[in-house]
Structure formats: structure tokens, C-alpha cells
């Protein structure tokens, strides 16, 4: 089993940052895909961004605004995102899978789910 565990979330205001962390052990592999997926209220879980062999990959709603790295030696991965819109609360999910092609798939294809954590923005 590969355990993930999310922090960094909160309330933030519109124009503001945060940064998500995952924290990644078990059984894992530096190989892994890892990224982030969210879910707000009455809607769909969708991709939002991942890394995969030092290549990161982003849904159009957050390109430019997001970033997502990856520390290996703490098998960590981190989303920094900036600029916050209140269209991006949500529960945000970290992920990881063998497959980077997985992340463009609907998100049931994805081996490792965190538990969630929510970003609220406001105003």
C-alpha cells in the first residue's frame, strides 16, 4: 500500500497563495507519476496537474497560475498555487500512479488517492 497525506490548505482571498504538500510512504516508486486532482461541491473530480520524469503537466484553468514540483528525497510532491480565484475552491486530492498517461484519464484509472484537503477563496 502507498499512503498519501495532503497539508498546507485554508482560507485564502481572492489574489492570494498557498501551497499544498503531499507526503508520500509505503511502498513507492521514484518512477510514480504524483500530481493533484479537486473536486468542489456538486461537481466532478478533475485533473489539475501533475509531475512525471521532471516534466509537470497542467489543466487549462490553472496554467500559468499553478506549479507543481516534486522532492524526491522526501517523496514529496508540492503545488504552489498563486493568484487563487474563488473558482478554484475545491478539495484538492493528491494522487500517484505508475502511469502518467492515467492523470488524462477519467480519475477512477488512478492507483493512490490522499484523503483530500480543502482550499477555500473568498471574495
Known amino acids: 500500500q502507498v499512503q498519501l497525506v495532503e497539508s498546507g490548505g485554508g482560507l485564502v482571498q481572492a489574489g492570494g497563495s498557498l501551497r499544498l504538500s503531499c507526503a508520500a510512504s509505503?511502498?513507492?516508486?521514484?518512477?510514480?507519476?504524483m500530481g493533484w486532482f479537486r473536486q468542489a461541491p456538486g461537481q466532478e473530480r478533475e485533473f489539475v496537474a501533475a509531475?512525471?520524469?521532471?516534466?509537470?503537466y497542467y489543466a487549462d484553468s490553472v496554467k500559468g497560475r499553478f506549479t507543481v514540483s516534486r522532492d524526491n528525497a522526501k517523496n514529496t510532491v508540492y503545488l504552489q498555487m498563486n493568484s487563487l480565484r474563488p473558482e478554484d475552491t475545491a478539495v484538492y486530492y493528491c494522487a500517484a500512479d505508475r502511469l502518467y498517461s492515467d492523470f488524462r484519464r477519467p480519475p477512477q484509472v488512478i492507483d493512490y488517492w490522499g484523503k483530500g484537503i480543502l482550499v477555500t477563496v473568498s471574495s
Open positions: 509531475w512525471s520524469g521532471g516534466s509537470t
Open positions: 509505503g511502498r513507492t516508486f521514484s518512477s510514480y507519476a
